[in-house]
């Protein structure tokens, strides 16, 4: 599908803010997703430019992670670099201002993108981690699970002289960062000896079906929809929205730049997600 073009007009900074709220308030029934510009000031970099286009390298692909060695090598390598400061990241003022909104009884279930965890450590309690949660390691053939900082500890019990390697962060965890890879350990799974991979959704992985199903349900039950640091471009945020306008219900965006569902939008908020939702505090 080609990405439509704006049909919103945009307002000023008072006036948008004023007309968000009203857009809360109005609606008693919400269903909330979020992207990445929810987490960018809690040090977490985004994917895309104000355009929607890649900001960096797109991430690794599910088959590329899967079947070539090296291309885990290098996976692991940047993530043991870029979990430092990924895994200490901590919640900013949109989500605990998301969170206070889940208080009042304005959502019951809010469906993000983000892989942090962040909206959990805020306070949200029914969170869909739609494409899954990178604090975990899982087995892709024994399924079992490791905390992602213990999977972290034998990275560097086996590579240690990457102990002191230093970078700039992308953000799925791993780190902007090249070198060679082709010395670089990889811990297999501990009880089977299987391949071990973040327990996320990678670019060409699909997302498990219970989990939109779930999230369906909550849309259908909501009056409206409030879309918060997602630009939408992916199919599996999009979804979400070209469902909720199908059935007649208005959608409002918090978003820095332009989104693939601009044409479906009731309201556009286009400033940082922490200071669209600073009324909530």
Not at 90 to 108: C, I, M, S, V, Y
């Amino acid at each position: 599908m080609q990405d439509s073009p704006s049909t919103t007009t945009p307002l000023p900074p008072a006036r948008t803010n004023t007309a968000l709220a009203g857009f809360i308030a109005t609606h008693s029934r919400l269903f909330v997703l979020t992207g990445a510009g929810c987490s960018t000031d809690s040090g977490i970099p985004d994917y895309r430019d104000t355009h929607g286009q890649w900001k960096r390298a797109q991430p690794v692909t599910f088959q590329a992670f899967t079947g070539d060695h090296a291309v885990r090598q290098r996976y692991w390598a940047r993530s043991l670099v870029g979990w430092r400061r990924f895994g200490h990241a901590k919640p900013n003022a949109a989500h605990r201002a998301l969170a206070t909104l889940e208080a009042r009884g304005k959502f019951t279930l809010l469906l993000t993108q983000n892989v942090d965890r962040l909206h959990q450590a805020a306070g949200s309690v029914n969170v869909i981690d739609l494409h899954g949660r990178l604090d975990r390691v899982r087995c892709l053939s024994c399924e079992l699970q490791l905390p992602r900082q213990t999977f972290q500890e034998d990275l560097l019990r086996q590579n240690p002289a990457w102990a002191a390697v230093d970078a700039v962060d992308a953000p799925d965890g791993d780190a902007d960062l090249e070198g060679d890879f082709s010395h670089f350990v990889v811990p297999p799974c501990p009880r089977c000896g299987g391949m071990l991979k973040p327990d996320v959704v990678f670019f060409g992985e699909g997302v498990p079906r219970e989990r939109v199903e779930a999230g369906m349900q909550a849309l259908h039950e909501a009056d409206a929809m409030l879309v918060v640091g997602s630009s939408l471009m992916v199919y599996s945020g999009y979804r979400f929205a070209r469902a909720a306008a199908q059935t007649g219900k208005p959608i409002a965006a918090v978003n820095l730049g332009r989104t693939r569902a601009d044409d479906l939008l009731s309201l556009k908020v286009e400033q940082p997600c922490a200071q669209a939702l600073s009324f909530l505090d």
